[in-house]
């Protein structure tokens, strides 16, 4: 191994652990300073933006239903008011996938910038749970101490009042939650009704509370590090020309330390001080000077903490920032290349898929089909007749009573059972008997042409075939 094979696996050694796992293999616990900047102050914007709507949106109706619903159990769903009924599932499906190709162009185009900006994850996190930390506990180097410090009446106090917050705030995550699933009118019947009427559903509360308790009091950063899949997807969706939280090497190598007196240059240095205020605010413990990282969540507190520090050292801001590998190194920086033109490409496409659907889907869908196992009978002694079954499938918000016509040819209709209800979001059924005059028919296999109404006002046309005699192919 030459000297320069050493210098680089030197250089990549803290690629060969989690630097939140100590040598031990026991967990890093990580104090991350407070963030401060005008990035952070973005997020904070964002966040709260985010968070607000969150909270807010469950409760919100449109024409007497929910704004939004996510009822994956009954495959019910209710987006920004447009009610997508199980049948039109196919719309989830395709706008779900279109999501996935929307998160992965924006990866392969602008990295982790979903983790850091819109992530629930990240956002709980760093904009909820870490605020509390920050106002029971103080800022890093006061909960280093009281963590460090034994168990005496602030250490007591202090880690109960904020454990206590935090169940109680995950707690009203997963009701959150829920209200998305089944609706906040249902959810409060179930809160009015008590625990011991709905101890199922209770339960299930009860548990995702704890879970949102571990993972946002205990497991934290570790969702990002090895639980989430989209982070562990990093790998193959970067390339040199994305867009990333990163360290101008060029600009801020050879570190040194800050001395007012001197020209940086002159002495070969660069503009990083090596004050390692990038390392403290760093939330996954990561130094990022060390490269693109994949516990990098692209929080841009590095951003924010290194600039703070230019302006002191009186350098231009951007030894961090959002810049590609190859921006870094040729100060080229171009977002299109063939991944990324492809993969809008298939955006576009899936995109338009889907609102085609949207637009052009019915608010109706009419089957019609012979009784199975029936054949034709003789109805009277001029005529035939045939069963059929009809169901109507109702995506509107109205509850409509279903009635059916024959448009030709000529005959006659003869209800069987109940008359055809079709009510708000469900199937309306029924039974009836057509019977045609012989004459009218000339095969034993003649289409039919019904029209489906509701009250007078046709809401479809269905075409059905008519079985008669054999006779009837050589008239
Ligand atoms: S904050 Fe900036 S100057 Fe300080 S160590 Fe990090 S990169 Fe260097
Ligand atoms: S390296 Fe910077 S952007 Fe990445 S997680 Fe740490 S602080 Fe956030």
Redesign the pocket.
């Known amino acids: 191994m030459n000297m320069n094979q050493k210098m680089n696996q030197a250089d990549n050694n803290f690629r060969d652990k989690l630097t939140t796992v100590s040598k031990e293999g026991k967990r890093v616990w990580v104090y991350p300073k407070k963030p401060k900047g005008i990035l952070y102050n973005y997020r904070k914007i964002v966040a709260s933006v985010l968070l607000a709507f969150l909270f807010i949106a469950p409760h919100l109706s449109y024409k007497g239903d929910p704004f939004i619903l996510l009822n994956i159990l009954e495959r019910k769903f209710i987006i920004f008011g447009i009610i997508i009924w199980p049948q039109d599932f196919h719309i989830i499906v395709l706008s779900l996938i279109a999501f996935v190709v929307f998160i992965i162009l924006f990866t392969v185009v602008f990295g982790r910038i979903f983790c850091g900006w819109v992530c629930p994850q990240t956002i709980f996190m760093e904009f909820v749970f870490r605020q509390i930390e920050y106002w029971i506990e103080g800022d890093y180097s006061a909960q280093k101490k009281l963590s460090r410090q034994d168990w005496n009446f602030e250490k007591i106090w202090k880690k109960t009042l904020k454990q206590t917050v935090f169940f109680i705030i995950s707690f009203i995550i997963a009701n959150t939650f829920l209200s998305y699933l089944i609706g906040s009118d249902k959810l409060w019947l179930l809160m009015t009704d008590g625990p011991a009427a709905n101890i199922g559903s209770f339960l299930a509360v009860v548990i995702f509370s704890g879970v949102f308790y571990f993972i946002f009091a205990f497991f934290r950063e570790q969702v990002c590090l090895i639980a989430c899949p989209y982070g562990r997807l990093q790998g193959v969706m970067l390339d040199s020309k994305s867009i990333v939280v990163a360290?101008d090497f060029k600009r801020?190598e050879p570190?040194g330390k800050h001395n007012p007196l001197e020209d940086r240059s002159k002495k070969g240095k660069g503009?990083?001080?090596?004050?390692?205020?990038?390392?403290v605010v760093c939330p996954t413990n990561i130094d990022i000077?060390n490269g693109t990282q994949l516990e990098c969540i692209n929080c841009t507190a590095?951003i924010d903490?290194?600039n703070a520090?230019?302006d002191w050292t009186g350098k231009p801001r951007g030894?961090?920032r959002y810049d590609s590998e190859k921006g870094i190194k040729e100060g080229i920086r171009s977002i299109f290349n063939p991944r990324s033109i492809a993969y809008s490409a298939v955006l576009t496409i899936l995109l338009l898929i889907v609102a085609s659907l949207l637009i052009f889907r019915t608010d109706f869908e009419t089957t019609i089909l012979r009784q199975k196992g029936t054949l034709f009978q003789q109805y009277g002694d001029s005529s035939y007749s045939n069963i059929y079954q009809i169901e109507v499938v109702n995506k509107t918000r109205d509850h409509h009573n279903v009635s059916v016509k024959l448009i030709e040819p000529q005959g006659e209709i003869i209800p069987l059972g109940d008359p055809i209800v079709a009510e708000k979001g469900n199937v309306g059924k029924g039974t009836f008997l057509v019977a045609i005059q012989k004459d009218q028919l000339n095969s034993s296999n003649t289409l039919l042409k019904f029209g489906v109404y509701s009250e007078n006002e046709m809401i479809e046309e269905y075409k059905a075939s008519f079985v008669g005699p054999n006779y009837l192919d050589k008239k």
Do not use: E, F, P, Q
């Open positions: 360290y801020g570190r503009d990083c001080i090596n004050c390692l205020s990038c390392v000077r590095c903490a290194c520090i230019m030894l961090i």
